[in-house]
């Protein structure tokens, strides 16, 4: 039902959602699930209307209805029998004449009108929703199949519902849907495609991007995926998810397991040359460790590096006496990147990287080599670090930091992940929900004209989409941040 509050929620009785991005549900309460409606023989009222086709509840357009309006609609509308013609207890016909009393009740997502007259008959019911052949709600069940292939969970979106004060699915409704219809639906689709995916890959050089997630920060993580993406098409090829319980318990090493359950069944049917990863001491290296002997090059993501310099000098900033590096951090930042972008080799790397040291001090030309900037002129506004005080050292050891220069040759050839490409896969997905329910309806009398509906349910799908890229982005956030300071790979 829609309208405003009654009264004013308690925060105390609100159902708590937690920070996790959840998307696949799992049932935890005992709720039945909702009954389907009886099917009702009026005299000269229409039947309620049956859901016959996928067209039927993607293209048609819905809205949120508020019951006062309704009940405006209902009071001055006449059904077309103005007499009641049920029968009595005696054998007579009731003959109770309008108007009739309106009972409006809620169910679901839904609201449902029924006419009653002085005597107790029922004389028509109406639904704001189509009906599914099992009595489902179409509302119901787009919304159930919605929440998941948009990257939301249900108990996010039924708190929602409860503010805006609307009628929401039963949970047990949205599980048995999700369960019934999505699940296996979206499975076998990802299977389909990736198998097309790796099939194209086939004997070409193969560059791929990983990244480990959590189900929730920190060392109390019961899961991690580690998705991996091809870089030149940018679809994923790989997801492994590994359960706490592989590994005897320890959350920590779960993004090593999955890293080597992917490397080890990607290499098997690609030609791997470069992987790239964040800087995570649980990634095993790829050159000197389990993998040396297959030649892949390891890389490390960009925005990784980069964050994690902007951390060493910001930490360095705080430093009493050695404020002005904040001053210097973007600077110091954006050079780190014109590096990697710019150099070819470590050694060419290492060149240009110190200039850093003397640009800072406003000395620009050096026995070894040169600013390649142009004339900085004087509207620059920066002040100079003196050369050789404590912000100068402090600087130069992060740029000398031998740890960090081991590594840095793998930030050369500039790779960005980025996994918002997980979103068309969802948008797919819904593609694929629905031509199953349309299976599940249908079952035995298909009909032709798969084109069209083909069409009708990729637009239907791009709201969906749309709604879900943010959720895309949270992704390339790491879980484990922690850990993830240390660059030790060995
Ligand atoms: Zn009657
Ligand atoms: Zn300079």
């Given at each position: ?77 006449k ?76 108990g ?45 890959l ?32 940018k ?59 297959l ?53 060419h ?42 912000s ?6 992060i ?18 992940r ?18 199953a ?54």
């Amino acid at each position: 039902m829609g309208g405003a509050l009654k009264t004013a929620q308690s925060v105390d009785h609100l159902p708590v959602i937690g920070l996790d991005e959840t998307v696949h549900d799992l049932s935890a309460h005992e709720d039945p699930t909702d009954e389907p409606l009886p099917n009702l023989e009026l005299p000269n009222s229409p039947d309620p209307l049956k859901v016959q086709c996928v067209d039927d509840i993607i293209s048609v357009r819905a809205a949120v209805l508020y019951e006062t309006c309704l009940r405006q609609l209902l009071t001055i509308m006449k059904l077309p029998e103005d007499r009641c013609t049920g029968v009595l207890r005696t054998g007579l016909v009731c003959d109770s004449v309008a108007p009739f009393h309106i009972n409006i009740t809620s169910k679901g997502t839904a609201m449902s009108a029924e006419w009653i007259c002085s005597n107790g008959h029922s004389l028509w019911k109406w639904n704001s929703q189509p009906v599914m052949k099992f009595g489902m709600q179409a509302g119901d069940f787009l919304l159930s199949t919605n929440i998941l292939l948009s990257g939301n969970n249900y108990g996010k979106v039924s708190l929602l519902f409860k503010f805006m004060n609307m009628g929401m699915v039963n949970q047990n409704t949205f599980f048995t849907i999700q369960n019934t219809y999505c699940v296996d639906a979206v499975k076998e689709y990802w299977e389909e495609r990736n198998s097309e995916s790796i099939c194209r890959l086939q004997g070409k050089d193969v560059v791929v991007l990983g990244d480990g997630r959590n189900d929730s920060p920190g060392h109390c993580a019961q899961y991690c995926s580690y998705t991996t993406m091809e870089l030149d098409t940018k679809e994923i090829i790989h997801v492994a998810t590994i359960d706490k319980r592989q590994t005897s318990w320890n959350s920590n090493i779960m993004e090593k397991e999955a890293f080597i359950q992917t490397v080890d069944k990607l290499s098997r049917e690609l030609k791997l040359v470069e992987i790239c990863t964040d800087a995570h001491i649980q990634i095993v290296n790829p050159d000197k460790g389990r993998y040396k002997d297959l030649g892949i090059h390891h890389s490390l993501d960009m925005w990784h590096g980069a964050k994690n310099l902007a951390k060493k000098i910001s930490a360095a900033a705080k430093v009493k006496g050695q404020s002005i590096l904040l001053h210097w951090l973007k600077d110091i930042v954006n050079h780190f990147w014109w590096c990697c972008k710019t150099a070819d080799t470590k050694e060419h790397f290492l060149a240009l990287w110190i200039g850093i040291c003397h640009h800072v001090c406003n000395i620009h030309t050096w026995e070894m080599g040169s600013c390649q900037h142009g004339d900085l002129g004087e509207g620059l506004g920066k002040q100079w670090i003196e050369r050789d005080s404590k912000s100068h050292k402090a600087l130069v050891d992060i740029v000398f930091n031998k740890r960090w220069l081991k590594d840095v040759h793998k930030y050369l050839r500039f790779r960005i992940r980025a996994l918002t490409n997980l979103m068309f896969m969802w948008r797919e997905a819904l593609r694929i929900a629905v031509t199953a329910v349309k299976g599940a309806e249908h079952e035995g009398d298909q009909e032709g004209d798969q084109g069209g509906q083909a069409e009708l349910l990729v637009a239907g799908a791009g709201a969906g989409a749309g709604a879900g890229e943010e959720a895309g982005e949270g992704a390339g956030e790491e879980a484990g941040e922690g850990a993830e300071d240390n660059q030790d790979l060995d």
